[in-house]
């Protein structure tokens, strides 16, 4: 790990302010991603802004009806809250899914949104990837894809994005604040959140050069069976091949989004209307398109039976 240097911020605005004025700074919170990224010197800030003390760890009912989730708040206590449980439970089940006990304690809400992918090749630096090292290549492209993404990928990157979370506050229509520099704020629909990587797949996200997330918020609460199904490699502390969250409604309409499979949790709206004619219906359309690899092609009709699984479940 390479020399850095550190400090704790007292405000959003002015940790916002110290990493949009220091080339080369990051936001320090729990530290699960960040961490292992600098171990092995794929990150190497030179400056780490603390902002765990930034009282961003509380969940607030909203206005609307919803709920204001602060960007500290931890995977395990989002997950275990009462409300999240009742009205947003697709949520607790896709934060449940992912890593660990212990890492839940300590990973955050903010940073769940901004952990990088897991492709093998952006964790081998002597491999080619534009994510680590723009214009370099995409080693991937032609290497072992079986991990990798099938739709929403380009000739500069095949990766995906990694996380659960993030596929089920798509569902929900989630909305995520922040703060910049100047103490500016903004809210950002989650579906603009994450970026496609285009011809720029290391600009991963909507956030501007040290502009903070705050909170995320959801909606007010849309009923029906909330489901999350994860497939993946062996049965726990591992990442999605094809996920699948969804909230069907007792006629059969819902909504539903796919990770595992895209640089960002793929949904696509005008495939829901599909529903009722079942899974393959919905798949066809959402996966129109589809680059796949002989060793990634699975995942397309993985995802149809998966989407099936949980057509199943929501019908009783």
């Known amino acids: ?10 405000t959003p605005a002015e940790a916002a302010a110290i990493v949009a004025r220091m080339p080369g700074a990051k936001f320090l919170a729990g530290g699960t991603n960040l961490l292992d990224l600098m171990k092995l010197q794929i990150e190497a800030p030179s400056h780490l802004v603390d ?24 995977n395990t206590t989002l997950a275990a809250d009462e409300r999240v449980r009742r009205d947003y439970g697709v949520l607790t089940r896709a934060i449940v899914a992912g890593a660990s006990g212990q890492l839940r304690n300590k990973a955050t809400t ?12 952006f964790y081998d630096t002597n491999q080619a990837c534009n994510k680590r090292r723009p214009g370099s290549g995409c080693a991937a492209i032609g ?4 991990q990798l993404g099938v739709i929403g990928v380009s000739k500069s990157c095949i990766a995906t994005y990694p996380g659960d979370m993030a596929v089920a506050l798509r569902v929900l229509d989630a ?48 009923g029906g069976r909330h489901l999350y199904q994860k497939v993946r490699d062996r049965a726990s502390y591992a990442f999605a091949l094809v ?38 219906a919905v798949v066809t359309r959402a996966f129109a398109g589809a680059t796949t690899s002989s060793e990634n092609a699975f995942k397309v009709p993985l995802a149809e039976r998966t989407l099936a699984s949980v057509i199943a479940q929501a019908k009783g």
Not at 59 to 74: N, S, Y
Not at 110 to 121: F, S, W
């Open 1 to 10: 790990m390479k020399a850095f240097t550190y400090e704790r911020a007292k």
């Open 51 to 74: 902002v765990q003390d930034l009282g961003l760890d509380r969940i607030e009912k909203a206005p609307d009806g919803g709920l204001r989730i602060g960007a500290l708040v931890t």
């Open 110 to 121: 903010a940073g769940n949104l901004l952990q990088r992918t897991r492709c093998p090749y």
């Open 143 to 146: 290497g072992y894809s079986r």
């Open 175 to 222: 909305r995520v604040e922040t703060v910049n520099a100047q103490g500016a704020t903004r809210t950002i629909p989650i579906a603009e959140f994450h970026r496609l990587w285009g011809d720029t797949p290391h600009i991963e996200t909507a956030l501007a050069p040290g502009e903070l997330i705050t909170a995320v918020s959801l909606p007010a609460p849309i």
């Open 243 to 280: 996920s699948v969250a969804a909230v069907i409604q007792p006629d059969g309409s819902g909504r539903v989004a796919f990770g595992g499979v895209a640089p960002r949790p793929w949904r696509v709206e005008a495939a829901e209307a599909l529903l009722p004619q079942g899974a393959r």
